[in-house]
């Protein structure tokens, strides 16, 4: 990618010596030209310095590879020559119809403006992360909006949630926390978009939640169970009047008052919450308050088929829709981390709740975005190399963990917009020797340079980092496949970032 980098330069720097050949331009356009020619070289030494730290390239195997790929380079070459011949005639143009107005108005302004003015200018034409912005035909989405509506819809349906529960022995439900790609910035699609939620259980009152860790075997995993245990209430005062202790009361008693089921005897299965009964749950929930709903009037509602999830489609009068998936877990303790109903599993226990991450991967967004400077492309660098992974063997949830793990190494200054191809190189380069390696570290486990503010379980710090690759290290097969499909990923982001889709 930095070689791509370099030839663009490099080209650049010919169409500059070649615009300087006349004797009608003004003064203060050589200026900016002689200021372009230096920015040009500066650039260049700089990647080439790059190239030799990070990736062991010399100037003789680049010339080498690109020979190899004459066609490929010479199709580049002509956009990139036809497209800065554009700019340059638009801009001259511009300049000469304009020339008069900016003489007569000159010399009533101050010379810190003129150099802030000039300075903008050079900015607004060196800036190779601004032309590929407005190459590359990136999906069309409205996020902003969709995902306001999608929380505010979310909301008024816990509230109603809440009040068709009150007096029930159901999981107390808490405030939704928005996760997932949508909601964080860099979903790669276009049509294709769910916004998801985290909804936290609580257990109702005369009941508790124990998590229990999977044996051995299921450590790598980390799935979990949840065993739901009464407890006594009898010295409880802040209970309804008409409530019974669960453990002190016969079953004909608590019959005879007409109260509810426990937990255990609704949403569990052999004292454990099970997943599969808890979504089922959510899902006649929102069939049931759907109605009371003020979009109800404007807006259908479908219900999509999930074994574990509760998964909805809101469609409009006017054609349009949003996917909203209500994902729901219990946490550890007070950390950002939870178990949730979520598995890449295709079949796994009712009973199992997996570890989920999502909560606290939104946290640290967060804390990236409030450190980024402005123009910080990390999320945009995000959002089209998972774009090009579809289709293909490699999951979004892989470039997630390398951007991750890029971002508490790399200074966010560096993310800025004018680095753009250098930080994709970044990343594809990263992806690569993780893959020849055959090792990817989760984020999360054993990673001390996790931000301070993302609040992890203490055997969550201290445990050995897991692999994400494992499955490459203990199938020969499954490795080389995956190099394979990398080089195609590769080669599919340099025909992007050459012809724009």
């Known amino acids: 990618m930095v070689a791509l980098t370099v030839l663009a330069l490099l080209l650049l720097g010919i169409i500059q010596c070649l615009r300087m050949v006349g004797d009608e331009l003004d003064k203060a356009t050589h200026q900016r030209m002689q200021q372009r020619m230096e920015w040009l070289s500066q650039e260049m030494s700089r990647l080439l310095q790059e190239l030799e730290q990070q990736s062991g390239f010399t100037w003789r195997a680049l010339l080498f590879l690109a020979m190899q790929q004459w066609q490929f380079w010479a199709i580049a070459t002509v956009l990139v020559l036809l497209f800065e011949l554009w700019w340059w005639l638009s801009k001259m143009s511009h300049e000469l119809d304009d020339s008069s107005d900016e003489e007569s108005s000159s010399s009533n302004e101050e010379p810190v403006e003129e150099e802030q003015e000039e300075e903008e200018e050079n900015d607004e034409a060196n800036d190779m992360g601004r032309f590929l912005e407005r190459h590359i035909e990136w999906p069309v989405q409205n996020l902003a909006q969709d995902s306001k509506v999608t929380k505010d819809m979310v909301n008024t349906l816990l509230l109603v949630f809440q009040v068709v529960s009150r007096n029930t022995f159901y999981p107390m439900l808490q405030h939704a926390i928005k996760v997932g790609s949508a909601f964080e910035g860099w979903n790669p699609y276009e049509n294709d978009i769910t916004y998801c939620l985290f909804v936290p259980l609580s257990p109702p009152l005369g009941h508790t939640f124990h998590l229990e860790l999977g044996t051995d075997e299921e450590t790598l995993a980390r799935n979990f169970r ?32 007409q109260q509810h089921p426990s937990l255990l005897g609704t949403l569990c299965t052999s004292s454990y919450l099970d997943v ?23 807006c259908c509602l479908n219900i999509l088929p999930s074994r574990r999830s509760c998964k909805f489609q809101v469609k409009k009068n006017n054609g349009k829709s949003l996917t909203i998936e209500l994902m729901f877990g219990v946490q550890q303790g007070d950390s950002d981390i939870f178990v949730s109903n979520q598995s890449i599993e295709a079949i796994i226990p009712s009973t199992t709740w997996p570890e989920s991450y999502a909560v606290a991967e939104s946290k640290f967004f967060k804390h990236m975005a409030r450190r980024a400077l402005h123009d910080s492309f990390h999320l945009k660098c995000l959002r089209l190399c998972t774009h090009i992974l579809v289709g293909t063997g ?108």
């Open 226 to 257: 949840v065993r739901v245990e009464l407890v006594c209430t009898c010295t409880w005062h802040r209970l309804p009047e008409e409530m019974l202790c669960f453990l002190h009361n016969p079953q004909e008693e608590l019959r005879r008052n």
């Open 276 to 298: 599969e009964k808890t979504a089922c749950w959510f899902r006649q929930l929102v069939k049931a308050c759907w109605k009371i709903l003020p979009e109800s009037s404007i």
């Open 394 to 501: 490699f999951s979004s949830y892989t470039l997630k963990t390398v951007v991750m793990h890029l971002l508490t190494t790399t200074p966010m200054s560096d993310w800025h917009r004018r680095n753009f191809l250098l930080r994709l190189q970044h990343i594809m380069w990263y992806l690569r020797c993780c893959l020849e390696q055959r090792c990817l570290e989760h984020f999360f486990f054993g990673n001390e340079k996790v931000p301070e503010e993302i609040s992890l379980p203490l055997d969550l710090q201290m445990a050995k980092p897991l692999n994400l690759f494992h499955h490459l290290a203990q199938d020969p097969a499954a490795h080389a496949e995956a190099l394979l499909e990398f080089h195609y990923v590769h080669d599919r982001l340099t025909r992007l970032l050459i012809f724009g889709r």
